[in-house]
Nanobody, 119 residues
């Protein structure tokens, strides 16, 4: 089992920044951030594997940065230049699959989510 606890969400004006954190009981081969707005599918935002290789959704490239602190078992998502389209519940996810994926089905462990609202 892997426990994931997100924090750092909140309300911010367009153009602002937020940093989300995800405290993990342990890392898995792939860690990721997903988001879901009301009435929409949960979508992948960014992934990072054990070698710190990252992937980003096209909608956040150049604005969001995923990183991890191995000493603290903490995953981060730095979000800059936020727009109202970024308003969503953000979830931390962990997968034991050998490679990162955008498929929700490949992630076995999920946090409870943290709300980000951009106005």
């Amino acid at each position: 089992q892997v426990q994931l606890v997100e924090s750092g969400g909140g309300s911010v004006q367009a153009g602002g920044s937020l940093r989300l954190s995800c405290a993990a009981s342990r890392y898995t081969s792939c860690m990721a951030w997903f988001r879901q707005a009301p009435g929409t599918e949960r979508e992948g935002v960014a992934t990072i594997d054990r070698r710190a290789i990252t992937m980003y959704a096209d909608s956040v490239k150049g604005r969001f940065t995923i990183s991890k602190d191995d000493a603290k078992n903490t995953l981060y998502l730095q979000m800059n230049d936020l727009t109202p389209d970024d308003t969503s519940m953000y979830f931390c996810a962990a997968s034991v699959q050998p490679y990162c994926s955008w498929s929700r089905d490949k992630y076995q462990f999920w946090g409870q989510g943290t709300q980000v609202t951009v106005s």
